[in-house]
């Protein structure tokens, strides 16, 4: 089968029998997989390795990576031709159309690797402007680059949060949100219940000092006050 065909076939599989609440985690796995990539030594990248034990079960692929996983599996069983790195890709292709954005054609030919990608190569969060600038031009890519990919934030949640008012319709309410809603860019929509129990971390505290670990996250602020700081100030920035 021509390469075109078969891409449009298994991106179709892929549309078909994603639930809509894990296209944005396809979303993310895909840049999990290819943000790896040093362009300096020419490590890690759109090689499948995400799909590995090892790999997605790291911290920076938790939540709906495992059942992504096996979504592609079942792909793979039926087009075993096609690499896991073309399918964690696809799978982020299928994500966007599923959620209402456009076809986007990938093309296929990607090469898995064997061996899990290094750690401690993607970004968390709390990063500032200047490291997120840093993590991209290690990947080759630059600041237009990197505020244009942070698009994909208008699909998701983090910390039961959506980033936008539709978590799962693709659209650039990310960067509006950002722009014009400065005090609080994360939508609240799925606020914790009223009282909410303590959580474990702040159980443990009623005891006494807390372990060094603890006070250095006690410290950072909301994960949307640091957003804002850093991708809000790379959008007000321009070109
Ligand atoms: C610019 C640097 C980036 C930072 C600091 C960042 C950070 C984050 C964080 C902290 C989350 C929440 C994870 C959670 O709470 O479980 C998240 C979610 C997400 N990220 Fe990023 N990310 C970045 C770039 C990207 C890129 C380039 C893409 C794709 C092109 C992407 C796609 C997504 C998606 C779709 C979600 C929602 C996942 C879900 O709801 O399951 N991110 N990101």
Request: net charge positive; hydrophobic share 35%.
């Amino acid at each position: 089968m021509p390469s075109e065909s078969l891409e449009a076939e298994v991106r179709e599989f892929l549309v078909q029998l994603m639930p809509l609440e894990h296209a944005p985690a396809h979303l993310r796995l895909a840049f999990h997989d290819a943000g790896t990539y040093d362009a300096r030594t020419q490590t890690g990248g759109a090689h499948g390795t995400v799909h590995l034990p090892e790999e997605v079960q790291r911290g920076d692929n938790t939540g709906w990576g495992q059942p992504c996983i096996e979504l592609l599996a079942e792909a793979k069983a039926s087009y075993p031709t096609v690499s896991w790195a073309d399918l964690v890709a696809l799978g982020g292709a299928a994500a966007v159309q599923k959620c209402g954005g456009p076809m986007i054609q990938i093309g296929l030919g990607r090469t898995d690797a064997s061996v899990a990608a290094p750690r401690n190569r993607l970004p968390g969060g709390y990063e500032g402007a200047s490291l997120l600038k840093t993590i991209f031009a290690r990947m080759g890519l630059g600041p237009r680059e990197l505020v244009a990919l942070s698009g994909a934030h208008t699909l998701g949640y983090t910390q039961r949060r959506s980033f936008t008012r539709h978590p799962w319709a693709f659209s650039n309410a990310y960067f509006t949100q950002l722009l014009t809603q400065r005090d609080r860019p994360l939508e609240h929509r799925h606020r914790p219940p009223r009282r909410p129990r303590p959580p474990p971390v702040r159980r443990a505290l009623r005891g006494g000092r807390a372990p060094l670990s603890i006070r250095l996250c006690r410290s950072l602020p909301p994960l949307d006050v640091a957003w804002q700081r850093s991708h809000g100030s790379l959008i007000s920035a321009g070109p």
